[in-house]
């Protein structure tokens, strides 16, 4: 079955830098789009980035355009999130998504302190 395992969330002050991975497994990664979204309680799931399924597109929410970056590498069926210059508004739960049939991982929390 389709398995999206995120890590490297964390603990970071303003201005710092976290990468995310995504770990995916249960489908053939290389032909699907994949994507990153957040999540803060009482708000709604926002969308942050989506990379096409050959990494030669990619689409990054204006909130944090010129900060993160997404990738993937098809060989180890990951996806990642680079995100620099951090702010406190960046704090949630990120979570990884394919889109096609809807999936997601449990997330990985990001707390970015000011």
């Known amino acids: 079955q389709v398995q999206l395992a995120e890590s490297g969330g964390g603990l970071v002050q303003a201005g710092g830098s976290l990468r995310l991975s995504c770990a995916a497994s249960g489908f053939t990664f290389r032909i699907y789009d994949m994507g990153w979204f957040r999540q803060v309680p009482g708000k709604e799931r926002e969308f942050v980035a989506q990379?096409?399924?050959?990494?030669?597109?990619?689409n990054v929410a204006d909130s944090v355009k010129g900060r993160f970056t997404i990738s993937r590498d098809n060989a180890k069926n990951t996806v990642y999130l680079q995100m620099n210059s951090l702010k406190p508004e960046d704090t949630a739960l990120y979570l990884c998504n394919r889109p096609t049939g809807n999936f997601w991982g449990q997330g990985t929390r990001v707390t970015v302190s000011s």
């Open positions: 990379i096409r399924y050959n990494g030669d597109s990619t």
